[in-house]
């Protein structure tokens, strides 16, 4: 019993140095001009350094792989992410036919970056809300190209070929998308496709329901929970959520620093050293109207609203939500896990305890 006690504790402590927790970059700055590497590089260390959060922003979801101005050149938010330490979840731009530019970037990004790259990889996701533009409801809302399922399917299989025998062949393949493309059975093949299910959910932008920042918690989670009932027992990551400072009135939703204060303790402190998650975002680029940015810019430590998670919080969402994530993120990180202090710790406490 005492063996199986340390044992139990050792992966727990495994578990929690595997979660991932950050946010979301596009490849623009604010002004619209082309992310650099210096550019990423402060964005990586104002997300590290932010006040309140104890240095625990340190991973960086990423929409493409290929640098702005280039055909196929790396993006060069990779280079940064080694400089800064920042683990990446990396992503492909399905949509619109460049796939083979993409993988071409991704496969350069191997070569000329190696194991200091690849170490870093937390995941790779083939497209992002890609099914949500291609239905009816992404049609109407005008939300651009999108992919049929079964060429989403082609990507991703086409990915985990090009990193067949590279030091990125373990890294879990993904798709993000919009809870309610996940449950439409005719993306069901994407879902038998994934290693995990990436979830976008935003309650500001679900006008046709009750979405007030009272509501929005219950409507996130609704969305969580109808993804995980389809998701055959993978991992569902939170890929995009957050709440804007300032913008439009979308039914009963206000964009506020206060509401965004009240989203951000209710939806992301029990997900917080949970769940992989990537809040949307750092900093908005360009003139994004709303502006859902926890920050005022790139070199601002200080953020908008507090960002501090009281402990009883995220401990209480903890107990209800180890069941159905911690398992599934302790497995896919056995391969990465040996090399960490958490790794150490398990391998002494299981000989430790073992014999």
């Known amino acids: 019993m005492r063996s199986a006690q340390f044992l139990a504790l050792a992966m727990a402590v495994a578990t929690s140095e595997a979660v991932s927790q950050g946010f979301n970059y596009g490849a623009l700055k604010v002004d619209g001009s082309l992310k650099t590497q210096s550019d990423f590089e402060t964005e990586f260390s104002t997300a590290k350094n932010l006040v309140g959060t104890d240095n625990a922003f340190t991973s960086a979801r990423l929409y493409t792989m290929i640098q702005g101005g280039t055909t196929n050149g790396p993006i060069e938010a990779i280079p940064a992410a080694i400089k800064e330490k920042t683990t990446l ?131 996130f989670n609704k969305g969580v929970s109808n993804t995980k009932a389809v998701a055959a027992g993978k991992e569902v990551w939170i890929t995009e959520t957050g709440w804007p400072t300032t913008g439009a009135t979308e039914n009963q939703a206000v964009a506020n620093v206060a509401n965004a204060k009240q989203y951000w303790d209710e939806v992301a402190c029990p997900l917080l050293g949970v769940t992989n998650t990537w809040w949307y975002i750092l900093e908005d680029a360009g003139t994004t109207a709303p502006s859902f940015g926890v920050t005022g810019s790139s070199t601002d430590t200080t953020p908008l609203y507090d960002l501090s998670c009281k402990a009883s919080t995220s401990s209480s969402s903890a107990a209800s939500s180890s069941s159905t994530s911690g398992a599934g993120i302790a497995e896919n990180s056995a391969t990465r896990v040996a090399g960490s202090a958490a790794g150490a710790l398990v391998v002494a406490l299981a000989l430790a305890f073992t014999f």
């Open 89 to 219: 979840l990396l992503g492909l731009w399905a949509s619109g036919g460049g796939m083979s530019n993409e993988i071409a970037a991704l496969t350069t990004a191997i070569s000329t970056y190696g194991d200091a790259f690849t170490d870093l990889v937390v995941g790779i996701s083939v497209g992002s809300e890609d099914l949500y533009r291609n239905s009816v409801t992404g049609v109407k809302a005008n939300a651009g190209l999108g992919v049929e399922p079964s060429e989403l399917v082609d990507y991703i299989n086409q990915v985990r070929s090009a990193i067949s025998g590279t030091s990125l062949s373990g890294a879990p393949i993904g798709h993000v998308d919009t809870w309610n493309s996940w449950t439409n059975g005719s993306n069901s093949a994407v879902i038998e496709a994934v290693d995990w299910l990436g979830f976008d959910g935003y309650p500001y932008y679900e006008n046709t329901d009750p979405n007030s920042i009272d509501d929005a918690k219950a409507l």
